[in-house]
């Protein structure tokens, strides 16, 4: 069994700092990309950042500059540095990880979420 278990969110005020946590916990499978989304109230669920098998990173425009997606895979764990916060960052963090238990299966896991809320 499976479990992502996302940690670090909160309220701050717009230009503070966060950083949020995602562990994976399990057994029988090894991780290849890593990623955090986030959705605010009634808006679509969008890529925030990705940290590839290979080491590669992706950021949404939005974010460029001011956040930092970093990983330590001796503990199946995903960070996002999330600085100069800005009331639009408001929504709730998802941690997503995609797991390879053979070349046949694979799985994408997802966390409960963790809500950072960032005030004017």
């Known amino acids: 069994q499976v479990q992502l278990v996302e940690s670090g969110g909160g309220l701050v005020q717009a230009g503070e700092s966060l950083r949020l946590s995602c562990a994976a916990s399990?057994?029988?499978?090894?991780?290849?990309?890593m990623s955090w989304y986030r959705q605010a109230p009634g808006k679509q669920r969008e890529l925030v950042a990705v940290?590839?098998?290979?080491?590669?990173?992706i950021y949404a425009d939005s974010v460029k500059g001011r956040f930092t997606i970093s990983r330590d895979n001796a503990k199946n764990t995903v960070y996002l540095q999330m600085n100069s916060l800005k009331p639009e960052d408001t929504a709730v963090y998802y941690c997503?990880?995609?797991?390879?238990?053979?070349?046949?299966?694979?799985?994408?896991?997802w966390g409960q979420g963790t809500l950072v809320t960032v005030s004017s």
């Open positions: 940290k590839t098998g290979g080491g590669s990173t």
């Open positions: 997503e990880a995609n797991l390879l238990y053979s070349a046949f299966r694979s799985l994408d896991a």
């Open positions: 399990g057994s029988g499978f090894s991780i290849n990309a």
